[in-house]
């Protein structure tokens, strides 16, 4: 009898339980080869698997170097968009995670270098020729002070020159004497105070007296050459540090990738409470597809709206989920998809009214339609989207008829990548959903295609809601530079 585990089948879920008591290299190379082999797909799997594995990584890095961590998170990137190129949020995850990094290491950086600035204007380092200070008095300078000498030496007499006859006459008697020149003030003269005299301050020096000893001053104790153990603790003192940051660095790094998980379990809410901005009473809403973002912002207007929902059966590749979603509220085995909620109930338990349409029927019943919401696999930095098959001709018919698309998409969908080639971005299925292998003689002489997305230029979309909120495709660009970096554009 087979075991449990050897029942269940690889998923998400699967690799989501191992990643706990399994080396990080395996880890990779599990993820690596679930996304090959399409066990997981889509945009929000891809993106919990991605930021679950990186925070794996991250947590288990040993070095220091944040260069050294940008490069193991790199090469790990590479590796898994090299899996599946067109699982775009796989690579937003990775240079999100790239940019986190690089963001916390020069707020380090700018950290250190404020308090070395502080700590540089609080004890200013001394210059001999700083005009803006003035030199300390030398020794024999302040004897000429009159506090020195009505303090400290005995009162002198006055001061006696000699005439011209040899004499000695005092200056207060016939002849007036002239007054003592004060001797230039010279900053190359020692400062030294003998250790016997008493220090004394000039009259000159009272209001801005240094506090800090003069450059010809006796070096202290902790600039001295001999100093050894001073600078090696010093060293040891930058080596914890250094230890510190690398730390720190590395424990806001891995608090960021846990908010990006807070923000793809928050993502559907925060759209859906736009809801009510955007749908009003008496509307009849165009939807595709089985997008549970769509279902969440549908759900939440339809507690104050009564409105009508046109879905669109997204035929052959996703009609039984489109079917079990307007049945049930979820997906066909929704049990073990991260997508799906046990709480969900479809929109007919609301009080909607759902009309379930093939994909011919857009263009005829698109008049009647006052708005399309659509769901996004990826959403391009030019404004474009890759969206299921049958997205485009929604958008083209509802262009023709003036009627404004809406498109629900998380800020992890967008990628910093432009459609170059557009072809790159599309993916195909299973042809024998469009024709059975059974029909030989008709396959054989037919090239059967079988596109899973559909890629829409910009200017068929007219507003992109996101959960930062609503914005023009003309603006995505602003957002794509606000949280992916240049240098990790291309990993």
Do not use: W
């Not at 690799?15 to 997981?40: A, C, M, N, W, Y």
């Not at 549908?298 to 009564?306: D, P, V």
């Amino acid at each position: 009898m087979p075991s449990a585990a050897a029942a269940a089948a690889p998923s998400i879920s699967t690799f989501l339980r191992s990643l706990k008591g399994t080396p990080v290299d395996t880890s990779i190379e599990h993820l690596v080869s679930l996304l090959k082999r399409r066990q997981i797909r889509n945009s929000r799997p891809c993106a919990i698997a991605t930021t679950q594995l990186l925070l794996r990584v991250v947590a288990d890095f040993k070095g220091r170097d944040v260069s050294k961590l940008i490069d193991r998170v790199r090469h790990v990137g590479q590796k898994l968009t090299a899996a599946q190129p067109r699982e775009m949020a796989v690579g937003n995850i990775v240079r999100r995670v790239l940019g986190l990094i690089r963001e916390v290491d020069e707020d380090k950086e700018e950290d250190a270098d404020g308090s070395a600035m502080s700590d540089i204007a609080i004890n200013p380092p001394h210059q001999l020729n700083d005009s803006l200070s003035r030199p300390a008095l030398s020794s024999h300078m302040s004897t000429f002070s009159p506090l020195k000498h009505g303090a400290i030496e005995p009162a002198s007499p006055a001061p006696k020159r000699l005439d011209s006859s040899g004499s000695s006459e005092s200056a207060g008697q016939d002849q007036p004497e002239a007054p003592l020149q004060r001797p230039p003030l010279s900053s190359t003269q020692s400062s030294y105070i003998s250790s016997s005299a008493p220090l004394a301050t000039s009259l000159f020096g009272l209001l801005s007296h240094p506090e800090t000893p003069s450059g010809g001053s006796t070096p202290a104790i902790q600039q001295s050459p001999g100093g050894k153990a001073s600078l090696t603790a010093g060293n040891l003192a930058g080596l914890g540090d250094d230890l510190q940051k690398a730390r720190d660095i590395r424990a806001e790094v891995l608090d960021g990738i846990r908010e990006m998980l807070d923000e793809l379990d928050q993502v559907d809410e925060q759209i859906a409470e736009k809801a009510l901005e955007h749908i009003h009473s008496n509307e009849i809403i165009l939807t595709h597809t089985s997008s549970m973002t769509v279902q969440k912002f549908l759900l939440t207007a339809a507690r104050k709206r009564t409105f009508t929902v046109v879905h669109v059966e997204a035929y052959p590749n996703e009609h039984l989920d489109t079917h079990c979603t307007i049945m049930t509220g979820q997906k066909a085995g929704a049990a073990d998809d991260t997508d799906s909620d046990p709480r969900f109930k479809p929109l007919t338990a609301a009080g909607i009214t759902v009309i379930l349409i093939p994909d011919s029927a857009v263009f005829a019943i698109m008049s009647r339609v006052n708005k399309v919401i659509l769901g996004t696999h990826s959403v391009l930095a030019n404004g474009g989207l890759v969206a299921a098959v049958g997205a485009l001709t929604i958008a083209s018919a509802a262009k023709v008829h003036k009627t404004p698309v809406v498109v629900l998409s998380g800020v992890y969908k967008l990628s910093p990548v432009y459609p170059f080639d557009t072809d790159e971005l599309i993916e195909h299925g299973d042809a024998s959903k469009v024709v059975p292998f059974e029909d030989g003689d008709f396959v054989d002489k037919i090239d059967v295609m079988n596109p899973l997305f559909d890629y829409v230029p910009a200017d068929l979309v007219d507003l992109y809601i996101t959960n930062l909120g609503g914005h023009a495709p003309s603006y995505l660009y602003r957002i794509v530079a606000d949280h992916y970096r240049v240098e990790d554009i291309n990993l």
